[in-house]
């Protein structure tokens, strides 16, 4: 392929991530009772940008994605789903895989995006990129392994340097970012293992009220 060709792949891709991602975010957030102004705020961005991706007129990067999501308390896989288009094979071909991308990190989500137990993907790093703006905890259970290149996991408590083929595992709950301290491109595999679907399905199911999704939080 081409280098147009795959800045067109690029761009058609991320036209429809954009579209998808502005209705679930704005289902999410409604499902909580929250404003605009409660989740930019939440997740240190702005009232304008948020509203903006709501609308399909902006699509967030890689850690203004992370960051939303973590002040829904939800995983950042939920708001990229479709519905319109479900998984009909067990196989996820590369060329299938759904993207987020920006200057520092890209994520590729390897698994379909509606499976609610685990969340993989597979970052490629960029010098000095980080997956996300701060240390911040979720649910569930994280595993890493390094394919190439070098990283550093930090810890409210401190940090893990990673090397090729080293591997890690750690309770989510647990502040942390993952960061590429080095001066090349890294790709590791990150895989977040919940503990069940109730939490992402019952904030993205408009007929449930408030005090349901708190429960379920």
């Given at each position: ?181 080095s001066e090349n491109d890294s790709r590791v595999i990150w895989i ?26």
């Open positions: 392929m081409s280098t147009q060709d795959q800045s067109t792949e690029t761009a058609r891709k991320g036209h429809t991530i954009t579209d998808s991602l502005s209705k679930r975010l704005r289902a999410a957030r409604r499902a909580q009772g929250l404003s605009l102004r409660e989740v930019a705020a939440k997740a240190q961005i702005s009232t304008s940008l948020l509203s903006q991706i709501e609308r399909g007129k902006a699509s967030p990067s890689l850690v203004s994605l992370v960051a939303i999501a973590d002040a829904l308390m939800i995983r950042p896989g939920r708001l990229l789903d479709d519905d319109e288009s479900p998984a009909s094979s067990p196989v996820v071909r590369r060329e299938q895989r759904h993207v987020v991308d920006d200057s520092r990190c890209r994520r590729e989500y390897l698994m379909h995006l509606d499976d609610p137990t685990l969340e993989v993907a597979e970052l490629i790093m960029r010098p000095g990129g980080s997956t996300r703006p701060k240390l911040a905890g979720h649910s569930g259970r994280d595993y890493g392994i390094v394919l190439t290149g070098q990283v550093e996991v930090e810890f409210d408590d401190g940090r893990e340097q990673l090397g090729e083929g080293d591997y890690i595992a750690f309770d989510a709950q647990r502040p942390h970012r993952l960061v590429n301290t977040i293992a919940h503990e069940g679907g109730a939490k992402g399905n019952a904030i993205l199911n408009l007929g449930r009220d408030r005090q349901a999704v708190e429960r379920v939080l």
